[in-house]
């Protein structure tokens, strides 16, 4: 089955660092990938949708200057959390959609990215 | 922001006992999907249902879709300990598969 790679899994960080979290499709190309965030028992929430070869589309209420996201290529997005403060702890999840699937019916997930900022 | 509820928010049940639980959800949709997420992991895609679906079977899972109500239930039956988990139904209203997530339902199966 296709495969979704993220790395790392988890990272622990100093306050005003920046952090990059790499979300790869190993077996198929990903024309878009999504971006989610999990709070401690809480959902996951869409923060943004990355499109190979042009900009991200954020969701309301997500800073996109401190959430930068790069999709450069067709098998790989960067979601990179700029000067990182705690609240910013949390657990980041991408998703891939394959390239050239109208009605993608099943997206596959990466493992998730646990970011600690202390 | 349409993310669906789900109730309950919690369920303990023992080994051997089926667990259900709901989602809704606010506007028109493609499909409906139900995942499992293992404590501080990644999610698992358990199924899938489409908006033209009423109900769907998989191994020992059996969901179920009424788009007039716009919601939809997940039951295990027979649940074991390794069930333990959180459960999420997600919806996809576009084509490109961006999901909107329910607040999930956490699972404890005792053994």
């Known amino acids: 089955g296709a495969v979704v790679s993220q790395h790392p899994s988890w990272v622990i960080c100093k306050s005003g660092t920046s952090v990059k979290i790499e979300c790869r499709s190993l077996?198929?190309?990903?024309?878009?990938m999504f971006w989610y965030r999990q709070f401690p028992k809480q959902s996951l929430m869409l923060m943004a949708t990355?499109?190979?070869?042009?900009?991200?589309?954020?969701e309301q209420g997500v800073e996109k200057d401190k959430f930068l996201i790069n999709h450069a290529s067709l098998t790989l997005s960067t979601l990179t959390v700029t000067s990182a403060h705690p609240e910013d702890s949390s657990f980041y999840i991408c998703?891939?959609?394959?390239?050239?699937?109208?009605?993608?019916?099943?997206?596959?997930f990466g493992s998730g990215t646990q970011l600690s900022v202390l | 922001s349409q993310q669906g509820e789900e109730d309950p928010q919690a369920l303990s049940i023992q080994e051997g006992e089926n667990a259900t639980m709901n989602c809704s959800y606010k506007?028109?949709?493609?499909?409906l999907q139900w995942y499992r997420q293992n404590s501080g992991r990644g999610l698992v895609h358990l199924i899938l249902?489409?908006?033209?679906?009423r109900e769907k079977h998989s191994g020992r899972l059996r969901v179920t879709l009424d788009t007039s109500k716009k919601s939809s239930s997940l039951l295990i039956t027979a649940s074991r300990a390794a069930d333990t988990a959180s459960y999420f139904c997600?919806?996809?209203?576009?084509?490109?598969?961006?999901?909107?997530f329910g607040a999930g339902t956490q699972v404890v199966v005792t053994p």
């Open positions: 998703s891939a959609s394959p390239r050239g699937r109208p009605h993608p019916e099943k997206l596959f």
């Open positions: 077996d198929f190309q990903a024309t878009t």
């Open positions: 990355s499109n190979e070869g042009s900009k991200a589309t954020y």
């Open positions: 506007t028109s949709i493609n499909n």
């Open positions: 249902i489409r908006s033209n679906e």
């Open positions: 997600a919806t996809t209203f576009d084509s490109w598969g961006k999901l909107q």
